[in-house]
């Protein structure tokens, strides 16, 4: 693991039984909270991409606190991922299963026809639902998926199998 994976680690926190029993919930916000920390991961992702990216794609909501930065810090246009029902133009929807329930996402039509190669962004890959729903959004709305950038795997729910044939990077692996 590298140093910005071992500091995320230490600003991670695991809340037992959220948001449901059985779940063992991953909360960065000790990470948000802490600037310095933040800053250098924020950096890190930016570094892997900057030049193969034209747009970031976050997925609500956390990927929304981290994809912001990040778009910042490559100087490319942050395109909100959102659960349903909350973007005022034309959108094309995906549902989807996750970890604890089911959701549905969207972007707007053709958010990705002018800047083509997306960063799908978010915080914790679990079965890897809510990615691979992303990425087929990024591709009927227009775009192609550069890579995947999450910050924490779960391993164990084994999410990278749905995102075979995308290129998968997390800071940290548990
Ligand atoms: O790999 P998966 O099983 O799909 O799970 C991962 C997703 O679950 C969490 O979001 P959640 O839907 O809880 O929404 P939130 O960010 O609004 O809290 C997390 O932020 C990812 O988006
Ligand atoms: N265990 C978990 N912790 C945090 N976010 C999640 N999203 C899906 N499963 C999760």
New binding site residues.
């Given amino acids: 693991m590298t140093s910005t994976g071992e500091l995320l680690l230490e600003h991670t926190r695991d809340v037992p039984d959220f948001p449901q029993p059985g ?5 960065l916000t000790p990470l948000f909270a802490a600037p310095k920390a933040f800053a250098t991961v924020v950096a890190d992702v930016a570094d892997r991409y900057r030049g193969r990216v034209d747009a970031v794609a976050g997925v609500e909501a956390r990927g929304f606190i981290i994809g912001g930065p990040v778009a910042l810090a490559l100087g490319v246009p942050f395109v909100p991922v959102r659960k349903a029902g909350k973007l005022p133009g034309d959108t094309v929807q995906q549902t989807y299963d ?3 329930g089911t959701a549905t996402i969207e972007v707007h039509t053709g958010a990705f026809a002018a800047h083509r190669r997306a960063l799908v962004l978010d ?2 890959l ?1 079965t890897g639902g809510t990615a691979a729903a992303a990425c087929a959004l990024v591709e009927r709305a227009g775009g192609e998926v550069a890579g995947i950038e999450m910050l924490l795997e ?1 391993t164990f729910l084994g999410g990278r199998e749905l995102l075979s044939s995308y290129d998968v990077h997390a800071i940290a692996a548990v």
């Avoid at 779940?23 to 909360?27: A, S």
């Fill in positions: 779940v063992l919930f991953k909360d996750l970890e604890y915080d914790v679990a779960l």
